[in-house]
């Protein structure tokens, strides 16, 4: 696809359960980035790949949360034993390379009960 | 905690008239980029005004950005309705920042165009 492509569109869990939350960026991307819009409020920075570096991870709040990123490509937002207060919409963006334009997916809508 | 901070946090104006958000921010920056949020979903993107910049145009959109006072503006000139959405500035940190390479945003301005 020509966009940012997240999926699930819209996710409700039960409180201590994992979820997974993919994005496709675009084709050729090196950057790609994860953010938390609770409602609201503005952006969170969760996590950060650029190409082949080590991700900076310095936004993500607790252990229960990871991410992967294979192949230089899809990307996977992973939250254990979620908590209601991982409600929140989770948006991912790529961009050519750093301190370029960030194309955003439509985000996920994570609702924990 | 958030590198920019938009003021005002919500704006309500005519359609015709012209809007103005401000952005501050904390640390020094290689860009400072607004985006556009509607209905609490993805961004688009609007505007990059360089840390060497001063001034940026793009449609109806005038972007400033002053590096000695850390600020920097958005004037959307002749709101339309369909202008009604909410606005983030987003900065980049210069690569020996600890925000290097990655974009931190504020809280965003709600601007409402009034038909």
Redesign the interface.
């Given at each position: 696809g020509a966009g940012v492509s997240q999926s699930p569109s819209n996710k409700v869990t039960e409180k201590g359960k994992d979820v997974e939350l993919r994005c496709d960026p675009i084709s050729g991307h090196t950057a790609l980035y994860w953010y938390r819009q609770s409602l609201g409020q503005g952006l969170e920075f969760l996590i950060y790949f650029q190409g082949n570096s080590a991700p900076d991870k310095s936004g993500l709040p607790s252990d229960r949360f990871s991410a992967e990123r294979t192949g230089g490509s899809v990307s996977t937002l992973t939250i254990q034993r979620t908590q209601q207060e991982d409600s929140a919409v989770y948006l991912c963006a790529s961009s050519l390379e750093s301190y370029t334009e960030a194309f955003f997916g439509q985000g996920t809508r994570l609702t924990v009960v | 905690s958030?590198q920019g901070e938009e003021d005002p946090q919500a704006l309500s104006i005519q359609e015709g008239e012209n809007a103005t958000m401000n952005c501050s921010y904390k640390t020094s920056i290689?860009?400072l980029?607004w985006?556009r949020q509607n209905s609490?979903?993805?961004?688009?993107?609007l505007i990059?005004i360089r840390s060497n910049e001063r001034e940026k145009h793009s449609g109806r959109l005038r972007v400033t950005l002053d590096t000695s006072k850390k600020s920097s503006s958005l004037l959307i000139t002749a709101s339309r309705a369909a202008d009604t959405a909410s606005y983030?500035c987003?900065t980049?940190g210069g690569p020996r920042d600890?925000n290097?390479?990655?974009?931190?945003?504020?809280?965003?301005t709600t601007l409402t165009v009034k038909p």
């Open positions: - | 958030q290689n860009n980029q985006y609490g979903r993805g961004l688009v993107h990059l983030f987003a980049d600890t290097a390479g990655k974009s931190t945003f504020g809280d965003g």
